[in-house]
C-alpha cells in the first residue's frame, strides 16, 4: 500500500499539469469552455426563438438603457410638458398686497432673464418648465402665482402710446356690432392696438380688419403689440392666432378711393372727429350694417348727432350708452375665537355710535355687520359672517359712451336726449 501511494503521489503533477494542458489547449489551439460557461441565458434562449428582426430589436431595446442612462435622464429633462411654460411666451405674475389687492406683472420669458417685483427677484429659467397656475417663491421668500394672461390683461398692461379702448367697451362695441367669423371690419385709430386684437378674434381667419392711424408712432406701436400677442400665443398654444388684420398709415378722410371696392360689415370708429370719417365709410358700409363710435364725453356724442342732421347722412342712431363696472371685494369677516369680529375695517375713519345689537351699516357703498358690544354669540362653520365692500376709484371720473348708428332712410329731425350725470 506505501509503495501504491508513493507511485500515485509521483505520477500526479505530471498527470495534472497533462491534463490541464490538454483541457485548456487542445489539439487546434484553441481553448476550451466549461459546461457552465457554454450554457445560455434565459433572454438568449428567447432571443434566439424569435425572428431575426424581432430579435434584433430585442437587442437594442435591452442594449439602450445600458449604453446611455445619464443621455436618457438629460432628453427627459430637456422635454417640456404640454401645456407648461415655455421660452417666448408671456406670463403674468400675480402678487399679493395689502386689502386684498394684487399687482400684475408682465413679462416675456428668457432664459437668462430675471422677474423683479416688489416682493424680490424670480429667474425665469425657475418659470420655464412649470406648469401655469403654481405658486412660486422669489429669492425674497414672498409667494408669486404664475399664470397665461388672457387678452383684456395683455391689453391692460401691454406698452401703449394712446389711451386704449378698454375691454369692458370694447365687449359692449363687439356686441352691438354683431361681428361674426368671416366678417370685414374697419378699423379708424389703431391707436396700441387695443381694439385691433379684439377684432381680429371676432372675425377668425376667414375674416378680415382694415386698421386705418394717422399718427406713425401708433401705427408702430399697434403693429409691434400685435405681432407680439401673436408669437407668444403660437408658442403657448396648439392653435395658429389668425393673421387677419392689415394695418394702413393714412388718414380715413383720404381713403375714398381704396374703400370702393370693399363691402363691410362693421365700422369701428375711435377717433377724435368721427363726423369726419361718415361720409367717406358710409357708402362702402352694407345695408343694415351698424357703424360703432366710442367717444369720451357727451359733447362729441352731440356733435356727431348734429352733423348726421345737417349732412342728412342714412343713419340712424339707435342708442347711445355708458359701460360702467362695479368691483366688489366679499371677504369673511375677521372671528375671534368663533365669535364675530369686534371691529371691521372700513375705507374711511367714520366714528359711530355704540350699539348693542348687529347693525348694518353703509358707508360709501360698503354693507358690513359692525358689534360693538361682546354678546356671546356663536357662528356655527356654515354661519360665517361676511364683509362686502365696493371698490371705488378716488381719481376724476372718465366716461365713455358708445353710440350706435345703422344706415338706413334719412331721417328729418333727431330729438336729441338731455343726460344728465351723478357725480
Not at 287 to 293: E, F, M, N, P, Y
Request: one cysteine or more.
Amino acid at each position: 500500500m506505501r509503495a501504491w501511494r508513493a507511485l500515485r503521489r509521483a505520477a500526479a503533477p505530471s498527470s495534472s499539469s497533462s491534463s490541464s494542458s490538454s483541457s485548456s489547449f487542445p489539439a487546434d489551439g484553441k481553448p476550451r469552455r466549461r459546461a457552465w460557461q457554454a450554457s445560455l441565458s434565459p433572454l438568449e434562449r428567447l432571443r434566439r426563438l424569435l425572428p431575426p428582426e424581432e430579435a434584433a430589436a430585442v437587442a437594442r431595446c435591452a442594449a439602450a438603457p445600458q449604453a446611455a442612462p445619464e443621455k436618457m435622464e438629460e432628453e427627459e429633462e430637456a422635454a417640456p410638458r404640454p401645456g407648461s411654460f415655455r421660452a417666448g411666451e408671456l406670463a403674468l405674475a400675480e402678487v399679493r398686497r395689502k386689502h386684498n389687492s394684487a399687482l400684475k406683472l408682465l413679462c416675456r420669458l428668457a432664459a437668462g432673464e430675471v422677474l423683479s417685483s416688489p416682493g424680490g427677484l424670480l429667474p425665469h429659467r425657475d418659470i420655464i418648465g412649470r406648469m401655469p397656475g403654481q405658486v412660486l417663491r422669489t429669492a425674497a421668500g414672498k409667494r408669486l402665482l404664475l399664470r397665461r394672461p388672457s387678452l383684456d390683461e395683455y391689453v391692460l398692461l401691454m406698452p401703449r402710446g394712446a389711451t386704449i379702448a378698454y375691454p369692458k367697451d370694447i365687449s359692449a362695441l363687439l356686441m352691438m356690432m354683431d361681428i361674426h367669423p368671416g366678417d370685414t371690419v374697419l378699423e379708424t385709430g389703431s391707436g396700441s392696438g387695443a381694439m385691433s386684437l379684439f377684432l381680429s378674434r371676432a372675425v377668425g381667419h376667414k375674416g378680415r380688419v382694415l386698421s386705418y392711424e394717422i399718427r406713425e408712432d401708433h401705427h408702430n406701436l399697434a403693429k409691434k403689440n400685435y405681432r407680439h400677442w401673436r408669437s407668444a400665443w403660437e408658442i403657448g398654444h396648439v392653435d395658429e392666432w389668425p393673421d387677419n388684420v392689415e394695418f394702413i398709415l393714412k388718414d380715413i378722410s383720404t381713403a375714398a378711393a381704396d374703400l370702393k371696392s370693399v363691402t363691410l360689415d362693421a365700422v369701428v370708429l375711435d377717433m377724435l372727429n368721427p363726423q369726419c370719417a361718415l361720409p367717406v365709410v358710409h357708402p362702402s358700409l352694407k345695408q343694415g350694417g351698424v357703424c360703432a363710435v366710442y367717444l369720451a364725453n357727451i359733447t362729441q356724442v352731440i356733435d356727431l348727432l348734429d352733423r348726421i342732421r345737417s349732412c342728412k347722412l342714412p343713419f340712424l342712431c339707435e342708442r347711445i350708452i355708458e359701460v360702467t363696472h362695479r368691483s366688489w371685494t366679499v371677504l369673511p369677516a375677521k372671528l375671534k375665537h368663533y365669535k364675530s369680529s369686534q371691529m371691521v375695517e372700513t375705507q374711511e375713519n367714520i366714528e359711530e355710535p355704540l350699539q348693542n345689537e348687529y347693525e348694518e351699516i353703509h358707508i360709501q357703498d360698503q354693507a358690513v355687520l359692525k358689534e360693538s358690544e361682546y354678546n356671546g354669540k356663536d357662528f356655527a362653520a356654515d354661519e360665517v359672517p361676511y364683509y362686502c365692500t365696493l371698490i371705488t376709484q378716488c381719481r376724476k371720473r372718465q366716461c365713455f359712451y358708445l353710440g350706435q348708428l345703422r344706415i338706413g332712410k334719412v331721417l328729418d329731425s333727431l330729438d336729441l336726449v338731455r343726460f344728465k350725470e351723478d357725480y
